[in-house]
């Protein structure tokens, strides 16, 4: 019954509490590994304090809203991973697409600095574009 009840729910909101930034200007599947990208908090939302301490982990977990996908391309079904035919069709679950149903990521990220009271610097695979 709750599953039954998940399944009848129309829509989720969420409040952005930041932007990400990135280097990236296009949105292609390769290389994110090479971005310099950094996680600003929402100065409306979040105290100068809100990061006290966070420069005693390695890790960043980063949920995030994928707003930059055209929603008329959103998958539903399988399609080959990067468009390539030349791969065999994966559904949508399978892969990393950014095509997704729910347009929701999580990525970890590894910590690189605290910058300011409200803005850490992150490597290693943010592959996001613009908010969280």
Request: net charge positive; with cysteine; proline share 4%.
């Amino acid at each position: 019954m709750a599953l039954e009840l998940r399944m009848n729910q129309k829509s989720i909101s969420l409040i952005p509490i930041g932007i990400v930034r990135s280097s990236r200007q296009k949105t292609v599947d390769d290389n994110w590994d090479a971005e310099r990208v950094h996680v600003e908090l929402d100065s409306n939302l979040f105290t100068s304090e809100a990061l006290a301490g966070i420069s005693d982990f390695s890790h960043s977990e980063i949920v995030f809203f994928m707003d930059q996908v055209d929603p008329s391309k959103i998958e539903k079904s399988a399609w080959h991973p990067r468009n390539n035919a030349e791969w065999p069709k994966v559904g949508i679950f399978a892969q990393r697409g950014k095509n997704r149903p729910n347009q929701i990521g999580l990525t970890i990220c590894r910590f690189a600095d605290r910058i300011g009271s409200r803005r850490i610097q992150l490597s290693y695979r943010l592959d996001q574009f613009f908010s969280c």
